[in-house]
C-alpha cells in the first residue's frame, strides 16, 4: 500500500511501464499473477488486465532513449527501471508508459494503490511510481 | 474500543499457503501479494478473543462471552464461543470493501468455510 503523507486529495493517480514485445493476452497476465484462470477471485485479476490494457491504449510509446529521459521530472521511475526501458527500446521492444486512476473500478484503484512489479518471460510491468 | 468490521470462528489458526492454495493462488505473485494482505488483515493483525480473554483478562470477566460484550460490544452466539479462535478484524483491506460491489469478501469467507469443512473432517 501506497501512503501519502499530508494533504490527500480524493483521488489519485499512478503511472507505470509495460515492456514487451506483444500484447498482454488475459492467459499471459494470470499467469504472471499466479492466479488460475479457476480461482475464485480470478475475475478480480481479470479486470485487472482489462483495465491495464485499457489504460496502455491510451498510453505513451517510447520509441527512443531522449524519449526516455525526456521522462526526468515527469514521472519518477528508479533509475534501474529507467535503463531497463533503454534497453528494451534497443532491442526492439514496445516500451508503453501509462496511467491508472484510484477512482475507477475495484481493479484499476487497487493496482492505482498497490506499488508492484510483474515480470515474466512475456512482459515486464513496474508501478513502483505513484503521484497524487 | 476498536469497532468490529468482521468476527470471524475458526475451528483452527488459517495457514496462508492453505489459503493460497484454496484461493489457487501460487506464492511471489500478484495474487499473492495482494491476497497476502487480506490474510494478514483477517488473521495476524486481526484480535484473537479467545487468546486474548484466556491470557489477561479471564480474572477480570468471568465470561468470554461478557469480555467480548463489554470490550468490543459484540454478542457472540454459544456455537461461535465454542470456535477454538474468535478473530476480530477491526480494519478492511480495499479488496473486501463492502464500498465496492465487486468486493472479494464472499469468495474469501466461501474459501475458508471450506478450509474449515476441511479442517474439521481431518480431525474426525
Known amino acids: 500500500m501506497k501512503i501519502k503523507l499530508d494533504f490527500v486529495s480524493n483521488s489519485s493517480s499512478t503511472s507505470f511501464v509495460y515492456i514487451s514485445s506483444e500484447e498482454l493476452s488475459e492467459k499471459v497476465f494470470l499467469e504472471a499473477a499466479g492466479v488460475e484462470l479457476d480461482s475464485p477471485v480470478a475475475d478480480l485479476f481479470l479486470q485487472m488486465h482489462s483495465e491495464i490494457c485499457n489504460s496502455l491504449a491510451y498510453g505513451q510509446k517510447l520509441s527512443s532513449k531522449e524519449d526516455v529521459e525526456g521522462l526526468t521530472g ?19 521492444e514496445n516500451v508503453i508508459t501509462a496511467n491508472l486512476s484510484s477512482d475507477g473500478a475495484l481493479a484499476e484503484s ?11 518471460e512475456k512482459f515486464f510491468i513496474n508501478a513502483f511510481n505513484n503521484y497524487w | 474500543m476498536d469497532n468490529a468490521k468482521l468476527i470471524i470462528p475458526m475451528s483452527w489458526h488459517p495457514d496462508r499457503d492453505e489459503f493460497f492454495e484454496a484461493l489457487k ?11 497476502g494482505k487480506v490474510f494478514d488483515c483477517l488473521f495476524v493483525r486481526s ?16 465470561t468470554l462471552s461478557e469480555y467480548i460484550d463489554v470490550r468490543y460490544g459484540e454478542i457472540i452466539s454459544n456455537d461461535d464461543l465454542e470456535a477454538r ?10 479488496i473486501l470493501d463492502a464500498d465496492y ?13 471450506q478450509l474449515e469443512d476441511t479442517h474439521l473432517e481431518n480431525q474426525t
Open chain 2, 101 to 113: 460491489d465487486d468486493n472479494k469478501l464472499d469468495a474469501v469467507f466461501e474459501c475458508l468455510a
Open chain 2, 85 to 94: 479462535h474468535i478473530f476480530l478484524v477491526t480494519w478492511l483491506p480495499q
Open chain 2, 47 to 62: 484480535h484473537d478473543l479467545k487468546r486474548e480473554y484466556e491470557r489477561y483478562y479471564s480474572v477480570e470477566y468471568p
Open chain 1, 110 to 120: 487497487v493496482l492505482c494503490m498497490e506499488i508492484f512489479q510483474i515480470e515474466s
Open chain 1, 74 to 92: 515527469t514521472y519518477d521511475f528508479t533509475p534501474e527501471v529507467i535503463e531497463r526501458m533503454k534497453a528494451a527500446i534497443e532491442q526492439g
Open chain 2, 25 to 35: 493462488i501460487r506464492p511471489n505473485g500478484l495474487g499473492s501479494q495482494l491476497f
